[in-house]
Structure formats: structure tokens, C-alpha cells
């Protein structure tokens, strides 16, 4: 027994490719989600959030509050013209941007509704509620500040005296001393809870997808089906090493056809394959969950094609620089969940530290991800810049891979044949 | 170098259309059917979709498999296999073909076959160039023979002439009752060449029947007891072993 066993270790510890799915891909998994969760940073602190702030009042008060939301630890303000930051948010270059707008100084100092908007993207509704915590606190907080307070007391003590019955007088006596006791947990560094002083934030969603689109079912679709993709073509990759294994490659190699045709062909089997398997998935969504394509069909297939060609060169140029089918699955298992991590395919990057997503352009999956949103989330038209920026980077990365894949094809491959 | 006429430096592919190639390896795809691997093999050598079908159809009764050209050649015994494998090299009529140890590991069924269809491929003008580690095979197939040791050509020529060549003898073995030391001082005292290996007395000749019927004579008018005779001829294995050593080889 004791044989049988230390002849399963001396085996288990002689095969790389067990020992890198053992111990190698889930200490890179755990890493990545750590990172991904903030778990590394402490507390979740990934930096400061920088928020495009449109100062449209342009007064010394609005100034002051742009001042306080800048010295925030976790802010840093981005003076955007409203334009500017609406069409950024739009193409899902920005979360969101806060506008100020006319009228904020005369709200603050007749202690009115403070005339501030943020217009976001609801794909980012999880950083935008995040953001919140930070806003939120600061303009409650604004009127003591800045020594308006009193002003703004008085104005809101009048209007809630002004009702007509004993009943209503002592109910707003209570609202009143509820308002107090918010204020003097103000004046000592201590805001409650209560946002109660004007301090609500009109919130207006900039991107109005088509009805039946929601950022989740998107975020299902592009991210499983890109990660599948990879999976499948990796699979397909691993053909071309099967026909150096079992003598086809070696025969296929004496044929009148050009060594780098072989080659070719399999990306073009790989990407007829990649693009199948990617339109069906979109077609299970639009059957199964109702996901409105029909009025992007152009845009979807230009996405389509530019993720089905850089997934399906990552596949060649896996097969082309590994030297065995195991040497590729064990390196397309750790790659492919390493860029489907930091790519949002596992985990949507609007839960991501700011990092995290910085480092997702990395990946395949990001620039796929980004560009299923582009046609089904943002609607963007297909001559906008952002949009025809995100496909030329897939075709880009897919040109890379298969460039390499060739002339490692050439130099190991064939030589090795 | 040349090949059909064409220079392999500058003509690499005319030069790899008209050959032919057997690979050791069953360079097959088994999740396809013979007759798909044939078509498949057929097109990347240019055979003309017409010729084709008539093609890949005369090489499956031509090797046996006509009934079962559509199984997927994963089902197939390793002598189908085989045929197939060879099958798949003649589709676009090389005018010379290449076949690496093509009868390794089948049964002697298809193996004949196989000699068959080299030797009528032969008689049609087809040059062949086969190799084998069975020197029968070589024997009964070419006519040329070159033997090849750590990568060189050792020995080159037609089985006459590398017998010659070889200045081998033909043996008699003869085992003998009795010590072995004693056999062979009785032997030697009436053959002029003779040695002792194991168990048997090797007797040198040149003159063939005539020789084994002195050394039985002599055998018996000196008391020798004979327990078997064999005559060994000098064949290609004993050229090949005399020239290669009895060395292993990695």
C-alpha cells in the first residue's frame, strides 16, 4: 500500500501539467480575485475616484464645493465641460459626471433643493453607488461649511410651520427638532444619516438602451460566450499538435502546399468555427432572454468578427509555441481564466477597483466585452471613433497572435516534425 | 538534387508532387472514413475532381476495402490501416514513391497484399524506394538494395552482387552427441574450415549438396554421432548482421 502510494506521488510530482492545475492556477485564480475584489488594497481602497465635475453655476459657492469634493481622499475632481463628460460617460469612457447647475449658490444661501445632477451610465451602477457614499456626505455637509446653515434653517423651519392645523404644527415641532439634532451632529464632524438638508442628487441615466436590453443579460452573453470561445478555440488549436502527434502534420508537410498554408487553414477553420459558435450564442440570448438585436445586426457582426478573429488567433498561437496537446491545455487553462478574470468575462468590471480595470485592456475578453456594450448598451453609431477603436483593437491583437503563431510555426513545428 | 526532372531547390512542390509518401505512422484521420481520407489527401495533391471518385474507388477494391470505404478508419485493424495509408500516397500517381516500413505490426494477410500491389506497382513503371528492417522483404521486393548503419550507406547493389561483395560462405550446421572440444578436433581432421558455435560444428563449403552429403559421409566413418543438419545459405540478414555487427542499437 505504502509503495502503491509513494509511486502515485513520484508520478503526481514528475506531471507538470497536474501540478500547474493543483497548485499553479488556483493560487493565480485566488490572486486575481483578490485583486479584483480590492482584498489586497485594504478596505477595498483602490485610489481616488476621478469625478468629472460640469461647474455650471461657475460661483464662488459652487467653486467651494468643487474644492471640497476634490480634497475628499477617495475623489478627485475632473473639470469636464457638461458635453464633453456626457458623450465620455456615453461611450463608457466615464462612470458618470456631476453638473452643477445654474441657481446652486442661490439654493444654498435660501437654503433650497441643491440644483445637482449626476447623469450616469446604469452599467455603472455599482460604482456610481459607490461614488454616493462620498458625494452624498459632502453636500449634506456643504451648507454648514460654508456658513449658510443658519439661512438655509431658517428657510426650511418656515416652510414646515407653515400648516394649517395644531396636528400639523407638531409634527413638523418634531421634524424640527429631528433637524436640530442633524445639524449639531454637523456642526461636530458627525453627519447622520438624514440627508434631509437638501442634499438629494437628481440621478438621470444618459444611456437608454433598447427595452428588453439590460446590462446584466449583455454581461452574460458577451463575457460566457467570449470565455467559451477561448476554451473552444484553444481546443481547435490543439488539432494542429494532434497532426504532429499522430504523423498527418508530417504527411500534410510533404504535400505540394506551402508549410504556412497548413497553417492558415487552421485559422480559417478555427475562425468559421469561432464565429458559429459566437452567433449561436447570441441567437440562444435573443430566443431565450428576448435580447433586442434587430436594429444592430450590422454593428453586432462587425463585433462578432473582430472577437471570433482574435480569439480564434489566440487558439493558432497557442497550438503554434506549445509542444504538446497537455503543454496547451495546461497553459490555455491558466491564460484563459487569468484574461477572462481580468477581462470581466467571470467577474463585470464595474465591480473591479479602478486597477483592475485599468489592466483589463490586457485582455481579449475586455475589448469583446466593450464591444458588445458599444452596439447593444450604448448604442453607438459605427463610424464613431470609440466603437471602430475597440475593433481594431481585436483585429489588432488577432493580427499579433497569428503573426507569431507563423513564425513559430516555421521556426519549432515544422523543424520539429 | 533531383526529382522527376525537377530541381528540388527551386521546384520544391512539382518536386513533392510527383512523389508519393508512406509514412511509417498510419497518417490517417480516424474520425473520417477512408473514402473521405482518400478525397481529402487527393485534393491536396490537385487530382482532378473527375478523376477522383474513379481513382479513390479502384484503390479501395485495389487493396481490399471496398466494402467498408465509408467506416471511419478508426474502426479499422491495423493492416486496413495499413492499406489505407498507402492507398492515400498513390491517389495522384507520384512517379516516385516513398514507403517507410509499411507492413510494421499487421497480419500476414494484408502484408501479402501489400507485397502484391509493391510488385505490381513495380511492373507498372512505378519507382519505389522501400524501407524495412525484414530483409526478406528487401530480398523478395528490390532491386537494388542499400544498407544503412548510424545514418550512412554501407552497402549498396542487387542481392548478387552484395553476396559477392560480402565474401560470405555457405555453412553446414551440424550438432553432434558428445563434448563439443572433441567434436571439433574431429571435424577439423577431415574439413579444412570448420568452427565451433554452441552447440553446433559449422562446416565451410563452397560446393552445396555435394559437400553435405561428404560431411555426413565423413561424419559416420569417424564415429560422430549427428543429431540435426542444417544448411545455411548467405542471405540478406547475415550480410546485414556481417556488415553491422550484433551490436544493439539505440
Redesign the interface.
Known sequence: MLQLALKDLRLFLRDRRTLLITFAIPLALITLFAFAFGGLAGDGDSGPYALPVSDLDGTALSGALVAQLDSLDALVVVPMAQEQAEEAVRKGNRDCVLVIHPGFADSVEVGGELPVELRYDEAQSIQVAMLQQSLIPTLAMFPFSTGHAQTAMGHRIDRMMDQDNERDRQAAKAQFDSLYRTMERGITGQPSGNMALGAEVKMTSLVKPAPGNNVGLIQAVAGTAIMMLLFSVAGLGMSLLDEKQEGTLKRLLVAPVPPVHILLGKMLSANVIAIAQLVAMVVFAVLAFGLQVRSHVVGLSLVVLATAYACSAFGVFLAAIAKSRQQVQGLSTLIILVMSGIGGSMIPLFFMPAFMQKIAVLSVNYWGIQGFFDVLWRELPLTDPVFLGRLAALVGIGTLLNGMAVMFFRRGLVKGV | MRVAGHDLATEP??C??A?G?V????????DLSAWANLLF?GR???VPAAAMRERAGGLLRLFGLADRGHDLVGTYSGGMKRRINIA?ALLHRPQVLLMDEPTVGIDPQSRNLIFEVVEQLHGEGLTIIYTTHYMEEAERLCDRIGIIDRGRIIAEGDLAGLKAASQLRETVAVAYAGDPEQVLRQAAAFWPEVHQDGAYTHFLTTGGQSDLARIIQQSGEHGMDIRSVEVRGVDLETIFLSLTGKQLRD
Not at chain 2, 509514412?23 to 480516424?30: G, K, R, S, T
Request: no cysteine; aromatic share 16%; hydrophobic share 55%.
Open positions: 512542390l512539382a513533392k508532387q512523389i509518401v509514412p511509417q505512422e498510419i497518417a490517417l484521420y480516424n489527401w491536396l495533391y490537385g492515400a
